[in-house]
């Protein structure tokens, strides 16, 4: 039996053909999109490590490129056997009209920076300090942040689209890489925690921002449900436990674990072979394990190379 670290080692590139085409564009060199996994003890170490990798040319991760990795995965690839972090995060702020909303970004929001985060982890812990973590661990954003998130604008000036859910769930053409969804703070509310029937789930307002639209999730539910014939899967949020008026911020992640085995309740150790949470959203104050994407040139790479020798 593998440990968790030769398992992780031995699957540094997973999901080819998956990302995208296997054969991005053709020229002299054969460039392929490649995907490797970031594990660290401490996850802003895990996120810096995974952005070096990918690059101006590439990408970490968001939850839906987790979701539809897998959905085009068999259930033996460790994208299913583990948990990850995505590059996707969900914000409670208000509106400049007094309303109370949930926006769900994906492929780097707020947080997208290691520094941003590391703002977050290294400030004091004054409840007047505009940085640094809620009593639940949640973190804080300052008051210029969730204005300039609602007209699709980042910290670093970065601009993304930003689209309400009632025009989200009806579906948006060519969704980019990088985007936000803004879903009332009452509605998200109403999402039921806990284990939940893939049935309500499927309409769960909540789960399709987080997932990337309703056939993303129908089609992640759908294949989640067969890996075992479970009738149920966990998701959590804090939304009935926080403060509203406190701007806050927590960071998507993706459960899983070996064998799908605990995925309707514990069984056994955590340390990602145990309970499999499904989807959930916590404080930036845990480990890290991200999947970066990038081109590669295969030609200079021994990675493709074939080792087997002739008998």
């Not at 927590?250 to 085995?261: A, T, V």
Request: net charge neutral; hydrophobic share 35%.
């Amino acid at each position: 039996m593998k440990t968790r670290r030769q398992a992780i080692q031995s699957a540094a590139t997973i999901g080819i053909g998956v990302w995208v085409s296997p054969k991005v564009f053709s020229s002299e060199r054969e460039l392929r999109m490649v995907a490797r996994i970031f594990f660290d003890s401490y996850g802003t170490r895990a996120l810096v490590q995974a952005l070096r990798y990918a690059g101006d040319a590439g990408f970490v991760a968001s939850l839906p490129q987790l979701l539809r990795a897998r959905v085009h995965s068999d259930y033996d690839n460790i994208i299913w056997n583990t948990w990850f972090s995505a590059n996707s995060e969900e914000s409670v702020v208000a509106t400049p009209q007094g309303n109370h909303v949930v926006v769900t970004v994906h492929g780097g929001g707020i947080f997208g920076k290691p520094a941003r985060i590391e703002r977050a982890l290294r400030a004091d812990l004054s409840r007047h300090n505009v940085h640094g973590l809620t009593g639940q661990y949640a973190a804080k954003i300052t008051p210029s942040e969730p204005r300039d998130l609602l007209r699709g604008r980042l910290p670093d000036g970065t601009e993304l689209p930003v689209y309400d859910f009632g025009e989200f769930r009806q579906g948006v053409a060519e969704l980019p890489r990088r985007y936000g969804v803004v879903l009332d703070f009452d509605t998200a509310r109403k999402s039921p925690p806990g284990y939940v029937s893939f049935e309500v789930l499927r309409d769960d307002p909540v789960t399709i921002c987080r997932a990337g639209g309703v056939d993303a999730t129908a089609a992640y539910l759908g294949r989640a449900r067969r890996r075992n014939d479970t009738s149920r899967m966990k998701v959590s949020h804090r939304h009935n436990d926080i403060n509203p008026d406190e701007p806050q911020t927590r960071m998507l992640n993706l459960g899983g674990n070996r064998g799908g085995i605990g995925s309707e309740g514990y069984e056994g150790p955590s340390w990602g072979y145990g309970e499999d949470w499904g989807i959930a959203a916590s404080g930036p104050v845990d480990m890290g394990r991200y999947i970066a994407v990038t081109p590669r040139d295969i030609s200079t790479s021994a990675q493709h190379l074939d080792f087997e020798l002739e008998r």
